[in-house]
Antibody, heavy 128, light 110 residues
Framework: EVQLVESGGGLVQPGRSLRLSCTAS????????MHWVRQAPGKGLEWVSY????????GYADSVKGRFTISRDNAKNSLYLQMNNLRADDTALYYC?????????????????????WGQGTLVTVSS | QSVQTQPPSASGTPGQRVTISCSGS????????VYWYQQLPGTAPKLLIY???QRPSGVPDRFSGSKSGTSASLAISGLRSEDEADYYC???????????FGGGTKLTVL
């Protein structure tokens, strides 16, 4: 069974940093791109970041570009999100999600994959 | 404000057919596949429809998706109480080089 378990969330002051982790099991991690998607309390879903299976391509939403960095360690079956200069509007439940298709490294593949499955999320609260 | 527009709410009675719309633009829905996600209360989202109208294994055929131009729809037939959830559309956006979601539709089964 595919499992994604996020960790690292918590309460942090504005301007500080936090590193989220997502540990994967039940599939060959190094064959799939991975995403971070967030959901502010009572709000909808917002895609945050993407990393291809081989870390060759990284993508970010404009709202986090320059502040967040996605990375992965295929040897540890782990995905990370380094979040710097956090703001109050970064407060959200952060989900990691797996590409539905393996070995995506082109626009046509990105557009044809989707997120499946998702982890249960880790809550980040940015407040003084 | 979300790039793709969905009605904030929808409702129906058990057994009815309901549809949820998703309106986008030429850079997302107009040129790429549409995906639908179901988020049951207090749980993580789940892939419901991929590539406009394909169902992952385990998703009942009561759920169907369609796309025309820059709009897409999710239809649920034979509505059941367990379908009460939030539904989100999503697509790759060529202008943003990233994924965009609709604002979500809360489905209530009366």
């Amino acid at each position: 069974e595919v499992q994604l378990v996020e960790s690292g969330g918590g309460l942090v002051q504005p301007g500080r940093s936090l590193r989220l982790s997502c540990t994967a099991s039940g599939f060959t991690f190094d064959e799939y791109g991975m995403h971070w998607v967030r959901q502010a309390p009572g709000k909808g879903l917002e895609w945050v970041s993407y990393i291809t299976w081989n870390s060759g391509t990284l993508g970010y939403a404009d709202s986090v570009k320059g502040r967040f960095t996605i990375s992965r360690d295929n040897a540890k079956n782990s995905l990370y999100l380094q979040m710097n200069n956090l703001r109050a509007d970064d407060t959200a439940l952060y989900y990691c999600a797996k590409d539905r298709l393996g070995y995506c490294s082109s626009r046509s593949c990105y557009a044809g994959t989707g997120f499946d499955p998702w982890g249960q999320g880790t809550l980040v609260t940015v407040s003084s | 404000q979300s790039v793709q527009t969905q009605p904030p709410s929808a409702s129906g009675t058990p057994g009815q057919r309901v549809t949820i719309s998703c309106s986008g633009s030429s850079s997302n829905i107009g040129s790429n596949y549409v995906y639908w996600y179901q988020q049951l209360p207090g749980t993580a989202p789940k892939l419901l429809i991929y590539r406009n109208n394909q169902r992952p294994s385990g998703v009942p055929d009561r759920f169907s998706g369609s796309k025309s131009g820059t709009s897409a729809s999710l239809a649920i037939s034979g509505l059941r109480s367990e379908d009460e959830a939030d539904y989100y559309c999503a697509a790759w956006d060529d202008s943003l080089s990233g994924w965009v979601f609709g604002g979500g539709t809360k489905l209530t089964v009366l």
